[in-house]
């Protein structure tokens, strides 16, 4: 019997670690089940479709961990009807990203716990795109000193009985908690979340060195967004800020999108962190409709009235494209901060590398361009340009 198997060429693909050039990618059933140098493979086998790709190269799907929205949705407005997580899953596959975690600021209790209960119905439906991994919380555990563009009276002290309720309305489905590792009590919901296989992520903070030590030793092993949200890196005074940076352990996250973070400190980022430790995330955000609710946009980023940023549309693929020209750094590294090391960081094992066995999650850019031409999720064509 024919075996219905499709073979991606390619110029080149970065599986990420390694550069495997006039490539092939043999994929069948929703895995990968070869890649090579094209002249690996048989090319006439029956029931063989031959996809020719060769003015384009390949990455693993892009896996955005920390977005807020895009494509008409807003992970907080999920409780009005007509919103759709599908909408912000097309937008996303558009965008060469295939697996993402929604994620939610800080709310008053109950219409965070009930958002939190909705995005997990959301979740459950088939998507026409990228696939959600998980729920992000960015809060509300968190310091309202530096709660920027969140709702200061949404920020709440460790509450074991809130802790509880936003777990149970997650259903097993959060993945990530932001918090501030200074508030009391920290140490015991660092264990409370490691408990349920919730990642705690230091941020959103005024931690000192100290505090930010003992979060790492009772397990916090990740930093939301790395020099947003935290103390300023200063050269007399040390702070969770230097902490995460230098420590060896912790993941950080990073938005490269020129603005968030200076290119140049981007750079020294990716000079002082090893490689597997740098997260690239969008904190993208559905695009305010007017200006009248206090946003305003500039050049591609969203700041409140007050002048604080609060995100941006710059998208993941974007992001990849900064990082190569911000860091010094091997393209496949780059391409690692997108790709294997959110992957590697989530526990997503089947995801964010080409090589067999793993999901045939794909995206294809222009060789020229750098922009997304397509890409596949699961082994389905979810989007081409």
């Known amino acids: 019997m024919a075996r219905n198997r499709k073979l991606y060429l390619t110029e080149y693909c970065l599986t990420p670690h390694v550069n495997i050039p006039n490539a092939g990618i043999l994929c069948e059933e929703g895995k990968i089940i070869g890649i090579g140098g094209v002249s690996a493979f048989s090319l006439d086998e029956p029931g063989l479709e031959v996809i020719d790709l060769t003015h384009t190269y390949a990455l693993p799907g892009l896996i955005d961990s920390h977005v807020h929205g895009g494509g008409g949705f807003d992970t907080e407005k999920a409780l009005v009807p007509g919103q759709k997580l599908e909408d912000l899953s097309s937008h996303l596959a558009s965008r060469g990203v295939t697996t993402f975690l929604p994620t939610l600021v800080s709310m008053p209790r109950e219409k965070m716990i009930a958002t ?66 200074e508030l009391a009590n920290a140490e015991k919901f660092i264990e409370i979340l490691l408990d349920n296989g919730v990642i705690p992520s230091m941020g959103h903070t005024m931690a000192s060195a100290d505090d930010a030590l003992r979060a790492i030793d009772a397990g916090a092993r990740r930093c939301t967004h790395l020099f947003n949200g935290l103390p300023l890196l200063h050269h007399r005074r040390n702070s969770i800020t230097d902490i995460v940076l230098t420590h060896d352990d912790v993941s950080v996250e990073i938005i490269v999108d020129g603005e968030h973070i200076d290119p140049s400190m981007v750079d020294i980022t990716a000079r002082v962190k090893p490689n597997d430790k740098l997260i690239g995330i969008s904190n993208s955000i559905q695009i305010p409709e007017n200006q009248a609710n206090g946003f305003y946009f500039k050049e591609s980023r969203i700041y409140t009235r007050d002048g604080i940023i609060t995100g941006t549309a710059v998208t993941l693929d ?36 080409l090589s067999p066995g793993k999901r045939a999650d794909i995206t294809f850019f222009h060789s020229e361009t750098n922009k997304v031409f397509m890409t596949i999720s699961n082994g389905v064509t979810v989007y081409k340009s």
């Open 116 to 181: 939190v209960a909705r995005l997990v119905e959301m979740m459950s439906l088939p998507m026409p795109g990228a696939v959600p991994a998980g729920l992000h919380l960015e809060g509300p555990f968190i310091n309202p000193e530096k709660s920027g563009s969140q709702s200061r009276e949404a920020c709440a002290p460790i509450d074991f009985g809130y802790v509880n309720e936003l777990l149970q309305a997650g259903q097993g489905r959060i993945k990530l908690i932001t918090f501030a590792p």
């Open 318 to 353: 974007e992001g990849w494209n900064h990082l190569q020209s911000y860091a010094h750094m091997p393209r496949n590294y780059a391409a690692a901060c997108y790709t294997s090391n959110p992957a590697q960081d989530l526990g997503l094992i089947t995801r964010g590398e």
